[in-house]
């Protein structure tokens, strides 16, 4: 880990101390919980305490369910790594636009990103296995290798470059938000394309992307020629699927100029190679495929995002990931760590549970009270 973002950790956490303080000691006396003299508080409904908000991450905690987790951050990344990720979400935060703080719950709430929670879900989920089910799912552990090795080695600036721009083009927001809206039914309409063109199957999935990563890694690659056969693959019936994905995907690879072209082609090149020497077997396009057959409808509904609103603030985490090199070490060791056998096995299902439960849902909701501070008194 980069000693220089090791150093620069240490003032910026001290300067951040006092001003959640201060915040957070705003928002108990806009309660009246420090002056017996306050006016009375509005309904206990407007004013929720700490305690309510953070009570179902401290029973998950006392449950022993957060253990692995916890013992993930202070055992297996050592003090270097420890500030370097803390200097990460330093980044962040200082990157983001000013109104953003108050906006955090919201963004992050089943409306915004936490509807992308039950994808998420349904992609990591079945990686550790089930030591509980009859017979017992043993873990994957050479597909959590692959994805592990790859984030670790494979997540250049390049790539964070290119998603910063694709995140901030209004274009590339009403594609995705058309992927969302199709829910289960556009993962069956995409495998219902790739049938038609005689890609069926596991092994012949993870072919095709193996022929694909192989052809990104060529200098000269051409995305053009590719993008109009997948247009090709549209059923007129049910063409929606694969028109936003064609449309995601020109943005991404093409976008509005000759440099973006060339920017993604260099991204997408140096990402290509990286993934076949990382996962040659493409065992990450196999799981891929394994989740869009299995996807459940009733568990993974259509999704209302409005990319519009949300992505362009996305795109300020990936512009931090994009130019500072110690934040991006520490993004791609901690994802790495995170999905490594020996850790995954134990703390993926932790992290699902965390993400399944009201746990983060309260701790956002504290950020914002603190932020917003909805229990003071309006001034006559």
Partial sequence: MARPA?????????????????????????????????????????????????????????????????????????????????QLVLDVAYALPPDTSKNLPQLLAP??????????VAIFEPLPGDPSAVPPVPPRIAEMSAFASTAQNCLSSELFVLGSRLFRDPKAATALDGLLEAGPAGAQQLLNALKSAGVEGRSSFQVVIRSLATSLA??????????????????????????????????????????DKEQARGALQGFAKCLIIQDPAQLIAGHGYDVLITMDPQAIAAVDLDSQKWLPVVAYATDVLATKPAARDAWNQLLGLVLRPDVATEALPELINLLNSQALPGALALLGDLVTQPCKQAKP
Avoid: N, Y
């Fill in 6 to 86: 090791a150093a620069s950790a240490k003032p910026q956490r001290r300067r951040g101390r006092p001003g959640l303080a201060a915040a957070a000691a705003v928002a108990l006396l806009g309660c009246g919980a420090l002056d017996d003299s306050a006016p009375p508080t509005p309904p206990r409904s407007h004013c929720a305490s700490v305690d309510e908000r953070l009570a179902p991450l401290v029973e998950l905690a006392k449950q022993g369910k957060t253990a692995h987790l916890a013992g993930l951050l202070s055992t297996r990344l050592d003090p270097a790594s420890q500030r370097a990720v803390v």
């Fill in 111 to 120: 409306q915004g990103l936490g509807a992308l929670v039950p994808l998420v």
């Fill in 218 to 259: 060529q200098d000269g690659f051409d995305a053009a020629p590719l993008l109009q056969t997948l247009k090709q693959l549209r059923d007129p019936k049910q063409p929606g699927v694969i028109d936003a994905l064609a449309g995601l995907l020109q943005v991404a690879v093409l976008g509005d100029s000759a440099a």
